[in-house]
């Protein structure tokens, strides 16, 4: 069964500086992709960042890059330059990919809440 | 533009009574999702569907229900409204571009039972 785990209930970071959010998952799938979401105060879910399991470099995206460690299951979300428009929860997400076949469910984490200090 | 959007936004209801919960893409995805949102819990995923008249379990599927008749549309129903059925509720919709997946989802509807 997959599972993916956010260890970090809350979190807390000073504005321009980088904050790291933790993220493990287990699969048994050999193909997978990995997501990172925000969702703010406002309720809506923002897509953020997306890594293959097969994709050889880390994923990038503006000031969110994807810190991806196969052997080790973890898929660590990094912020550079915290803003204060960063505060919200952040979810981190899997799904198993069989290319040419069926694909796996869609299985989030319970969330980290960011805040950031002026 | 293209979007996905869920209908209603709020909605209260009684306990026993059917209640439908809209879910509408334009993206012309396959891929289409319903998840459940409660403290403590994070997203759960109820139903899904990879595209027309193709529908799934999800982990927390039971008292709800899901069709796919068409690929802009996935209603999901709750058969016989309970109170632990009271939560906010996600629909999203996603497609592969290349190696990239991207999951865009709606606003949200938060169901209150009564």
């Known amino acids: 069964a997959q599972k993916i785990t956010q260890t970090q209930p809350g979190m807390f970071v000073q504005e321009k500086e980088a904050v790291t959010l933790d993220c493990t998952y287990d699969?048994?799938?050999?193909?997978?992709?990995l997501f990172w979401y925000k969702q703010p105060s406002s309720g809506e879910m923002i897509f953020l960042i997306y890594?293959?399991?097969?994709?050889?470099q880390n994923a990038t995206e503006g000031r969110y890059s994807l810190n991806f460690q196969k052997a080790r299951k973890s898929a660590n979300l990094v912020i550079s330059a915290s803003q204060l428009g960063d505060s919200a929860m952040y979810f981190c997400a899997m799904r198993g990919l069989n290319h040419g076949g069926s694909q796996g469910n869609l299985i989030f984490g319970k969330g980290t809440k960011l805040s950031v200090k002026p | 533009d293209a979007e996905i959007t869920q209908s209603p936004r709020h909605k209260i209801t009684e306990t026993g009574r059917q209640v439908t919960l809209a879910c509408h893409q334009t993206?012309?995805?396959?891929?289409m999702f319903w998840y459940r949102q409660d403290l403590g819990h994070g997203l759960r995923l109820i139903h899904y569907s990879y595209g027309v008249h193709d529908t799934n379990k999800g982990e927390v599927s039971d008292g709800y229900s899901v069709s796919r008749s068409n690929t802009e549309d996935l209603p999901l129903t709750l058969e016989s409204a309970a109170s632990s059925q009271t939560s906010v509720y996600f629909c999203?919709?996603?497609?592969?571009?290349?190696?990239?997946?991207?999951?865009?989802f709606g606003s949200g509807t938060q169901l209150s039972v009564l």
């Open positions: 999203a919709s996603s497609e592969f571009e290349g190696t990239n997946e991207k999951l865009f």
């Open positions: 890594q293959g399991s097969y994709d050889e």
């Open positions: 699969t048994s799938d050999q193909s997978y992709g």
């Open positions: 993206w012309n995805h396959n891929n």
